[in-house]
């Protein structure tokens, strides 16, 4: 099992940034790719970006430009660097991660929320 640990979020005005950190812990080894998701009240859980373990990024359009992910590995922590927000960004983040052949594993943890508010 996979156990995943999300932590980083808070309230921040508009136009401003926040780092998010994923942590795992347990079977890493199985890791392939690990992703950002959020979701906002009333809405579906979305992708916002993910990492594989060489190094490979996906954005969703929303974020381009805006956000960027990274890994340390020798940390087992995936980040989200968070700049220019926007209130729309407004959602609980989670991270989980898959392996090669997209498999989900572990569960969806506790998430960290970001409020983008004046």
């Known amino acids: 099992q996979v156990q995943f640990v999300e932590s980083g979020g808070g309230l921040v005005q508009p136009g401003g940034s926040l780092r998010l950190s994923c942590a795992a812990s347990g079977s890493i080894f199985s890791i392939y790719v690990t992703g950002w998701y959020r979701q906002a009240p009333g809405k579906q859980r979305e992708l916002v970006a993910d990492?594989?373990?060489?190094?490979?990024?996906n954005y969703a359009d929303s974020v381009k430009g805006r956000f960027t992910i990274s890994r340390d590995n020798a940390k087992n922590t995936v980040y989200l660097q968070m700049n220019i927000l926007k209130p729309e960004d407004t959602a609980v983040y989670y991270c989980?991660?898959?392996?090669?052949?997209?498999?989900?594993?572990?569960?969806w943890g506790q998430g960290t929320q970001v409020t983008v508010s004046a």
């Open positions: 990492i594989t373990r060489g190094g490979s990024t």
């Open positions: 989980r991660a898959s392996t090669y052949a997209r498999v989900m594993l572990g569960n």
